[in-house]
């Protein structure tokens, strides 16, 4: 079955520390396309960062990063020096690629709370 | 540019009557999506289409729930007739193509009584 779990329901973490969102995901495809998303309290779901199956590096944009262990099928968000406004709920995705669609399967979520 | 488009953002209506939800996507992008959120359930995909054309609509939860792209710029999403347990913050996302990240509009709030 493809999953997507993030163990976290919430996190807490002083602002100008770095914080890690965990994500394991579970599938056979080969190929497949791994995504965070952020929803603020406004509820609008802003794109992050992408990770595909077969890149060699882990994805960076800005202050986001993503640990990519393939072999432990983990795919967790690094937010380098966290500010008031990561204060969000963040959504780990996957893309399986079997069926060449592009959907998304979505994790339950982690809600992060940054501390002034 | 625009992203993507919905209205209402918000929609209060009663039990029975018809809900129609109305989505733009970015100009150009090939795939377009409707999600369901709520509590319970989290971010559920309902149908997506690729190229105006529906190809998985295996998420409308029954027969009450149906959608259309008579276009490339616009898709609805109706609801008839509504229930209570319908009430949930419905996204409409596109994306450029296969693999490419979705972006969301900014999701209707439907509340039926």
């Known amino acids: 079955a493809q999953k997507i779990t993030q163990t976290q329901p919430g996190m807490f973490v002083q602002e100008k520390e770095a914080v890690t969102l965990d994500c394991t995901y579970d599938?056979?495809?080969?190929?497949?396309?791994l995504f965070w998303y952020k929803q603020p309290s406004s509820g609008e779901m802003i794109f992050l960062i992408y990770q595909g199956s077969y890149d060699q590096q882990n994805a960076t944009e800005g202050r986001y990063s993503l640990n990519f262990q393939k072999a432990r099928k983990s795919a967790n968000l690094v937010i380098s020096a966290s500010q008031l406004g990561d204060s969000a709920m963040y959504f780990c995705?996957?893309?399986?690629?079997?069926?060449?669609?592009?959907?998304?399967?979505f994790g339950q979520g982690t809600t992060l709370q940054v501390k002034p | 540019d625009a992203g993507v488009i919905q209205s209402p953002r918000h929609e209060v209506t009663e039990m029975g009557q018809e809900v129609t939800l109305r989505c733009k996507p970015i100009s150009g992008h090939d795939y377009l999506f409707w999600y369901r959120q709520t509590m319970m359930r989290g971010l559920e995909l309902l149908i997506y289409f690729n190229n105006n054309v529906p190809i998985d609509d295996s998420g409308m939860p029954e027969d009450r729930f149906s959608a259309k792209m008579p276009n490339a710029s616009f898709s609805n999403l109706k609801i008839q007739p509504s229930e209570p347990r319908d009430s949930a913050v419905y996204f409409c996302?596109?994306?450029?193509?296969?693999?490419?990240?979705?972006?969301f509009g900014p999701g209707t709030r439907l509340t039926v009584l």
């Open positions: 599938t056979s495809d080969p190929s497949y396309g």
């Open positions: 995705a996957m893309s399986p690629g079997s069926s060449n669609t592009g959907k998304l399967i």
């Open positions: 996302a596109s994306s450029l193509a296969v693999y490419n990240e979705q972006f």
